[in-house]
C-alpha cells in the first residue's frame, strides 16, 4: 500500500535525446509527488514536484506528467545532456492529515547520458 | 545557501559496537528526519522527530536505534549495537514546515554518512 514503483532501473540515453522514467503508487492518501536527483556521494536534491490536482508541470528541461486515474506520474527530460548522468528518485508523501512528511521513495533510475 | 550537514562523513566501526551519527539540521527548521540507502539500493525512511520526539518510525528502526536532539542545533542518530546489515549511508534531511497552506515546503537532504560494519 505504501510502495511507490518506479521504472527502468536504468537507463541509457544519447545527448539530445528524451529520458522518460515512470512510477506508480497505491496510495491514495499520497497528495504530494516530488523528484529527487542523486549524484554519486551526494545526498538527493529536489528536482521538481507536483501535486495531483494538476497533470502536467515543466521545469526547463525537467516535466513531470501525472495520471491521477491510472495512479502513475512520469519524468520526461528533455535534450537530455551528460551532466544530467545521476540516479532519480521518485517520491510521494501524504502532506494532509498526520503526515510528519515521510517521504516514500521508488527504487531509483541510473541515468547515463552518452555525449 | 543553508544547508544540512552530517558528520563523519564516512564511519567504520567494528560488529556490536555503538555509533552516533551527527547531523545539523537547517537552523529554522522544525521537523527532522533519518533516511539510509544500502549501497545500489533506494532511500528508506527511519524516522522523523518533531516538537522534541519521535512522530513516526519505520520497522527498520527498531530498540537499536534512537535519536536524540540534544541541544538547538545537533540531531543525532545512534546504533546501540550495530550488525553487518546496518551498514548503508545515513541520510539526514530537515524540513521548515510539511505544508504552508496549499504549499508542500521542500525536505533538504544532507550529504550523507557512509557506515561500514566489520
Known amino acids: 500500500q505504501q510502495q511507490v514503483k518506479q521504472s527502468p532501473q536504468s537507463l541509457i540515453v544519447q545527448k539530445g535525446g528524451i529520458s522518460i522514467i515512470n512510477c506508480a503508487y497505491e496510495?491514495?492518501?499520497?497528495?504530494?509527488f516530488p523528484w529527487y536527483q542523486q549524484f554519486p556521494g551526494k545526498g538527493p536534491a529536489l528536482l521538481i514536484a507536483?501535486?495531483?490536482?494538476?497533470s502536467e508541470k515543466k521545469e526547463g528541461r525537467f516535466t513531470i506528467s501525472f495520471n491521477k486515474s491510472a495512479k502513475q506520474f512520469s519524468l520526461h527530460i528533455m535534450d537530455s545532456q551528460p551532466g544530467d548522468s545521476a540516479t532519480y528518485f521518485c517520491?510521494?508523501?501524504?502532506?494532509?492529515?498526520?503526515?510528519?512528511?515521510?517521504?516514500?521513495f521508488g527504487q531509483g533510475t541510473i541515468l547515463t547520458v552518452h555525449p | 545557501e543553508p544547508e544540512v550537514t552530517q558528520t563523519p562523513s564516512h564511519q567504520v566501526t567494528q560488529m556490536g559496537q555503538e555509533v552516533i551519527l551527527r547531523c545539523v539540521p537547517i537552523?529554522?527548521?522544525?521537523?527532522f528526519y533519518w533516511y539510509r540507502q544500502i549501497l545500489g539500493q533506494k532511500v528508506e525512511f527511519l524516522v522523523s522527530?518533531?516538537?522534541?520526539?519521535?512522530?513516526?518510525k519505520s520497522e527498520i528502526f527498531d530498540d537499536q536505534f534512537s535519536v536524540e536532539r540534544p541541544d538547538g542545533s545537533n540531531f543525532t542518530l545512534k546504533i546501540r549495537s550495530t550488525k553487518l546489515e546496518d551498514s548503508a549511508m545515513y541520510f539526514c534531511?530537515?524540513?521548515?514546515?510539511?505544508?504552508?497552506?496549499?504549499?508542500?515546503?521542500?525536505?533538504?537532504f544532507g550529504q550523507g554518512t557512509r557506515l561500514t560494519v566489520v
Open positions: 522527530f518533531y516538537n522534541n520526539e519521535i512522530s513516526e
Open positions: 507536483i501535486r495531483p490536482d494538476v
Open positions: 496510495n491514495t492518501a499520497f497528495d504530494y
Open positions: 537552523s529554522n527548521h522544525l521537523y
Open positions: 517520491a510521494a508523501f501524504e502532506a494532509g492529515g498526520t503526515s510528519y512528511g515521510k517521504l516514500t
Open positions: 534531511a530537515s524540513r521548515r514546515r510539511v505544508r504552508t497552506g496549499p504549499v508542500n515546503t521542500e525536505a533538504f
